[in-house]
């Protein structure tokens, strides 16, 4: 079976640290790219950062460049979000999902987890 | 970025209705657009992709069209379990973005 399972979130304070990790099952993991997205309470869908297969090209949403770093460990089937510099605009259930290369869908999606940016 | 806006916000309907969502680019968007269902506490669904596809296993009451920017989904008679969020998205550029959503509400 195809799974994507989030882990990692929580409540940290404003301008701490946090990394999430998605760990991918049922598929070939570094033939494929795989992002991350977001919801924040009450609102929409959110592209946060998508990562190629191979680990050799990254893509940033405005909102986050600079303080977000994605990676991935291949040989873990394993994708990472490390977060810097939080800020309370970044509180969110974020997704990771399967896809997002220009024309790519994004055709599998984790359960999400919680990030909770507040003092 | 491109932005993509949906209409309506929000949708009452009954189980039996047909039901349709219309979603803009601001730009041209060639055969790049996604259709997602989205309910509380779930993973997001992706039901069509390249505009007109039909995701495995969704069933045939779905439906998308269009070209361009302008993009619609259909639901030929909606059924209970269809009640949800629907998100178009556009994957067209290397910055992809959703529209804000369509709420489906039993009427």
């Known amino acids: 079976e195809v799974q994507l399972l989030e882990s990692g979130g929580g409540l940290v304070q404003p301008r701490g640290s946090l990394r999430l990790s998605c760990a991918a099952s049922?598929?070939?993991?570094?033939?494929?790219?795989m992002s991350w997205v977001r919801q924040a309470p009450g609102k929409g869908l959110e592209w946060v950062s998508t990562?190629?297969?191979?680990?050799?090209?990254?893509y940033y949403a405005d909102s986050v460049k600079g303080r977000f770093t994605i990676s991935r460990d291949n040989s873990k089937n394993t994708l990472y979000l490390q977060m810097n510099s939080l800020r309370a605009e970044d509180t969110a259930v974020y997704y990771c999902?399967?896809?997002?290369?220009?024309?790519?869908?994004?055709?599998?999606w984790g359960q999400g987890t919680m990030v909770t940016v507040s003092s | 970025d491109i932005q993509m806006t949906q209409s309506p916000s929000t949708l009452s309907a009954s189980v039996g209705d047909r039901v349709t969502i219309t979603c803009r680019a601001s730009?041209?968007?060639?055969?790049?657009l996604a259709w997602y269902q989205h309910k509380p506490g779930k993973a997001p669904k992706v039901l069509i992709y390249?505009?007109?596809s039909l995701e495995s296993g969704v069933p045939s009451r779905f439906s998308g069209s269009g070209s361009g920017t302008e993009f619609t989904l259909t639901i030929s008679s909606l059924q209970p379990d269809d009640f949800a969020t629907y998100y178009c998205?556009?994957?067209?550029?290397?910055?992809?973005?959703f529209g804000q959503g369509t709420k489906v509400e039993i009427k």
């Open positions: 999902a399967k896809g997002g290369q220009l024309g790519e869908a994004f055709d599998i």
């Open positions: 049922g598929f070939i993991f570094p033939n494929y790219a």
């Open positions: 990562l190629s297969g191979s680990g050799g090209s990254t």
């Open positions: 730009q041209s968007i060639s055969g790049w």
């Open positions: 390249d505009v007109f």
């Open positions: 998205q556009q994957y067209n550029t290397y910055s992809p973005t």
